[in-house]
């Protein structure tokens, strides 16, 4: 008999977008696997809802985080330098799992929960001068599928969006920080929780 030799895991969608190199994994977990980093990472994640001030005012960001990293690397994000946190088990057996896909190595995490439809983040992109030219960004999701909208920097004209489903992984490289924002915006309907993690390395 002849062995399927590739997986569900194994396939990969290339997002066709000018000066950007995005693919996605729908099923890199199966749903066992997403269900179980779920409900670990809910309870496991030091979970912490920051506040920036803008304007003399102060704002709470719409979703919780925690920064994961080697040797106490600070990292600023939602306006605020962060110390890492050490490294949870779960989240360098995770990191460790991505290689099968990257060799880049990975010096942290950024990690989102987002409690239901009013939580999101803004339209950026992930080039903080600490991450070098052309990141590598590895993006899992667990939880609610949310929407992942692009555009371009310059031209407006440009934009797309992808649903990321619970266990998948999205991979941003090259140019693509360069050239696009993203976003996850807020929504009326009625969402369940999701938590996205973003390995990066930070120089
Ligand atoms: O939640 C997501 O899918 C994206 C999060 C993100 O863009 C970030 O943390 O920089
Ligand atoms: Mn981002």
Redesign the pocket.
């Known amino acids: 008999m002849i062995k399927d030799l590739f997986s569900d895991k194994d396939t990969c969608h290339t997002i066709d977008l000018a000066g950007a190199d995005i693919r996605l994994f729908p099923y890199y977990f199966d749903t066992d696997e997403a269900d179980y980093y779920l409900k670990e990472l809910l309870t496991q994640v030091e979970w912490s809802e920051q506040v920036i001030k803008l304007y003399g005012k102060e704002h709470k960001v719409p979703r919780l985080s925690a920064w994961y990293a080697d040797d106490n690397k600070s990292y600023e994000?939602s306006g605020l330098r962060t110390v890492g946190l050490p490294w949870l088990t779960i989240l360098k057996d995770i990191k460790n799992k991505l290689q099968d896909v990257c060799d880049t190595p990975f010096n942290s995490v950024?990690v989102?929960r987002?409690r239901n439809g009013s939580d999101s983040?803004g339209w950026?992109a992930?080039d903080e001068p600490e991450l070098g030219c052309n990141p590598v960004i590895a993006?899992l999701?667990f939880g609610e599928e949310?929407t992942?909208h692009l555009k371009h920097k310059y031209d407006k004209s440009l934009k797309t969006s992808i649903v990321?489903p619970h266990g998948s992984l999205l991979l941003m490289q090259g140019a693509t920080q360069s050239h696009w924002l993203?976003q996850?915006a807020k929504s009326k309907r009625d969402m369940d929780e999701r938590i996205?993690l973003?390995f990066r390395l930070v120089k």
Do not use: E, G
């Open positions: 994000y950024l989102n987002y983040v950026h992930d993006s999701s949310r992942f990321l993203h996850i996205n973003t």
